[in-house]
């Protein structure tokens, strides 16, 4: 284990002490008033959201996801809060569309990705959601969150293509089922 143990701890300290690229790491972060300050992009993400450079931790529930999380300490009097409002886009998206597709995935109470692997599969791939196992699902799941995501933001076909690993005339297939089903 002692290798593995370094080369382990070698990523924690390149990828989130110092920063993949040594400038963006949490040390450089650390302003005069000894806090972590970070950037936030407007435009900063492939996909058109709101990004944050520096903000790519370990899962939360990792040991090394509970270390990093660790570093971020509440003043006296104060509590630190962190929230995810998930899949927000899409909850806007409903409401502001009206669009009776999203509305019901939404309030299934499913996964907004996993609710479009469901309607897309028996068009796209032939087969229904539910029939497959879950390595399957996973994948299902993920080639809709990619298209959801890409399409939402104006992504084209061939954005898709490339980010799927498909040909561009089936990431055109998969953004028209998406559209056809949330329209």
Excluded at 54 to 74: D, K
Excluded at 89 to 110: F, L, Q, T
Aim: neutral net charge; glycine residues 10%.
């Amino acid at each position: 284990g002692g290798m593995l143990d370094h080369r382990h701890q070698a990523k924690l300290l390149n990828s989130y002490a110092d920063g993949e690229d040594g400038k963006s790491g949490l040390l450089q972060r650390v302003r005069r008033d000894g806090k972590i300050h970070f950037n936030y992009n407007i435009d900063g993400a492939r996909s058109g959201r709101l990004s944050g450079d520096g903000q790519q931790f370990p899962r939360a529930e990792t040991p090394e996801g509970i270390m990093v999380r660790n570093l971020f300490i509440a003043p006296d009097g104060y509590t630190l809060v962190q929230h995810d409002y998930s899949q927000l886009e899409y909850r806007i998206a409903a409401m502001i569309s009206g669009d009776p597709e999203m509305i019901k995935v939404i309030k299934s109470g499913d996964d907004f990705h996993t609710g479009t692997a469901k309607l897309i599969a028996p068009s796209i791939w032939g087969v229904t959601y539910e029939s497959q196992e879950p390595t399957k699902q996973k994948w299902m799941r993920s080639q809709a969150k990619t298209s959801n995501f890409l399409t939402m933001y104006g992504g084209t076909a061939e954005t898709l293509a490339q980010q799927l690993g498909c040909s561009v005339s089936e990431a055109a297939k998969l953004q028209t089922q998406i559209m056809n089903k949330y329209g």
